[in-house]
Every structure is written in structure tokens, then in C-alpha cells.
T-cell receptor, first 117, second 113 residues
Framework: GAVVSQHPSWVICKSGTSVKIECRSL??????MFWYRQFPKQSLMLMAT?????????EQGVEKDKFLINHASLTLSTLTVTSAHPEDSSFYIC?????????????FGAGSRLTVL | GQQLNQSPQSMFIQEGEDVSMNCTSS?????WLWYKQDPGEGPVLLIA?????ELTSNGRLTAQFGITRKDSFLNISASIPSDVGIYFC?????????????FGQGTTLQVKP
């Protein structure tokens, strides 16, 4: 079945540094990937839609300069949290899928926990 | 924006009991998905529903896509300790084909052995 891998699974960084999280579809090509943010005991909040070869589409309230998204290939999307601050600490999850009429199914990565000191 | 109202927010049950949770929306959804999330992990798809009225089972899990396309429920029969986790409903709204999933708030399930 479809497998999505995220790396790193957890990262601790100092305030002011930038952190890159990778999302890879291992056994399929993903035309679109999605990045979510999840705070403790809350649901997943969509941050942005990452389209291969084009600019990401950000949800309202998400700073595009803060959360840089690059989708360089059909199997890799990256999320870079720039100049991270403690309030950016969260669980970041990506999903990927082949989209089209009919069965839209997204596979989620295992998530990346970011802690900013 | 579109929202999914999921209930109950949490459940604490005895092993062997059946569980039911549901999601409702004020607008139409064309796909309903049910996910389970374990601590520190991403959501894992349990059941996908694509047609109004569809009833689908996956082992001890049964889910239905409401006739009005505005609701769905998930039942778990004969619960076991490994059923513990957070269950999310999610859906693709209306005729959207963008892949943007809308999530419910989640139902935290605890099972007492």
C-alpha cells in the first residue's frame, strides 16, 4: 500500500534557527501533498497544499514566509520552519495522495514533533 | 469555513463494550473518512465511504455515510485495549476535488481491561 515517510520524527532546536522537515511518498508519485499542524489534544489543522512544480497554497492565517514549502519532485515535499520560536513547537504531519474523481485517499506520515527552546 | 462536529469528545468504556461516535456537518460532504491516531503518530485510515447510504465494515469497525451526506457514524464492536486512541472523522466537502480534508475534533477512546 501507499507509504508516506516523514523525517525527522522529532527535532529540538534553539530559538531563531530554521528547521526542515521532509515528507516522502515511498511507493507512489504524489501530485499533491498537504501539511498539517496539530497541537496537543487538538485536531489536525491544514497549513498548506503543496503542488509539485508550483507554489504552495497556504490556508488563511498561515505565514508563507514563516513556513516555506518546496515540492521539488513527485515524491518529496519539504516544510522549513524559519526563525523558529517556542510558539512554533508543535506536531507537524504531512499527507500525500493521488487525487482524481472517485476515490480520493490520502496517506499520512507519522509526523514530526518540533520543540523550540 | 466548513466544519465537522464530532461527538462524543471522549469515552471511557469497559473492554468488550460497543462504541459509537458520529460526525455531522451543516454542508454536504462527498467523501467521509475515519482515522485513528495513536500518541505521537500520524492518523491511520480505518474506513473510507464514498456514497450516500454506504455502510462499510472493517473487522470490528462499521461506518456509514449518511443519506443526507451531512453525517457519518463509526461503530466499534467488542472493544479491546488496543482500540485506545483518538478517532477522527474527516471529509472532502461538496464537489471539491482539491484534496483538502476537513477534520472533526476527534474522539478520545479509553478502554478499561
Amino acid at each position: 500500500g501507499a507509504v508516506v515517510s516523514q523525517h525527522p520524527s522529532w527535532v529540538i532546536c534553539k530559538s531563531g534557527t530554521s528547521v526542515k522537515i521532509e515528507c516522502r511518498s515511498l511507493d507512489f508519485q504524489a501530485t499533491t501533498m498537504f501539511w498539517y499542524r496539530q497541537f496537543p489534544k487538538q485536531s489536525l489543522m491544514l497549513m498548506a497544499t503543496s503542488n509539485e512544480g508550483s507554489k504552495a497554497t497556504y490556508e488563511q492565517g498561515v505565514e508563507k514566509d514563516k513556513f516555506l514549502i518546496n515540492h521539488a519532485s513527485l515524491t518529496l515535499s519539504t516544510l522549513t520552519v524559519t526563525s523558529a520560536h517556542p510558539e512554533d513547537s508543535s506536531f507537524y504531519i504531512c499527507s500525500a495522495g493521488r487525487l482524481g474523481a472517485g476515490a480520493n485517499v490520502l496517506t499520512f506520515g507519522a509526523g514530526s514533533r518540533l520543540t523550540v527552546l | 469555513g466548513q466544519q465537522l462536529n464530532q461527538s462524543p469528545q471522549s469515552m471511557f468504556i469497559q473492554e468488550g463494550e460497543d462504541v459509537s461516535m458520529n460526525c455531522t456537518s451543516s454542508s454536504i460532504f462527498n467523501t467521509w473518512l475515519w482515522y485513528k491516531q495513536d500518541p505521537g503518530e500520524g492518523p491511520v485510515l480505518l474506513i473510507a465511504l464514498y456514497k450516500a447510504g454506504e455502510l462499510t465494515s472493517n473487522g470490528r469497525l462499521t461506518a456509514q455515510f449518511g443519506i443526507t451526506r451531512k453525517d457519518s457514524f463509526l461503530n466499534i464492536s467488542a472493544s479491546i485495549p488496543s482500540d485506545v486512541g483518538i478517532y477522527f472523522c474527516a471529509g472532502f466537502p461538496g464537489s471539491s476535488n482539491t484534496g483538502k480534508l476537513i477534520f472533526g475534533q476527534g474522539t478520545t477512546l479509553q478502554v478499561k481491561p
